[in-house]
């Protein structure tokens, strides 16, 4: 089982920037690939960017050139470098982690509110 608790959100002009945590513990062994989620008011939950294992990366369009995904192996954290934010970037961020068999865990998400 994977624990995974997230961090960084808040406030922020548009234009400025966060960095989002997501401390995974547990089988942290087992994890096969890991992904940040958000989810507006009124939409569906998105994918937002993914690391697998081999360290492959991918981003969805809209945030291509202004975020990051990274990761601390040491540490065994995920991380969420996001620049130039934009007003519609705000929304609940949610860290995932795929494990081998295919269950995938989700931390409790921390809230983006980007004013303009």
């Known amino acids: 089982q994977v624990q995974l608790v997230e961090s960084g959100g808040g406030l922020v002009q548009a234009g400025g920037s966060l960095r989002l945590s997501c401390a995974a513990s547990?089988?942290?062994?087992?994890?096969?690939?890991m992904g940040w989620y958000r989810q507006a008011p009124g939409k569906q939950r998105e994918l937002v960017a993914s690391?697998?294992?081999?360290?492959?990366?991918n981003y969805a369009d809209s945030v291509k050139g202004r975020f990051t995904i990274s990761g601390d192996v040491a540490k065994n954290t995920l991380y969420l470098q996001m620049n130039s934010l934009k007003p519609e970037d705000t929304a609940v961020y949610y860290c995932?982690?795929?494990?081998?068999?295919?269950?995938?865990?989700w931390g409790q998400g921390t809230q983006v509110t980007v004013s303009s």
């Open positions: 690391i697998i294992s081999g360290g492959s990366t």
């Open positions: 547990g089988s942290i062994f087992s994890i096969n690939a």
């Open positions: 995932s982690a795929l494990v081998t068999g295919g269950l995938t865990y």
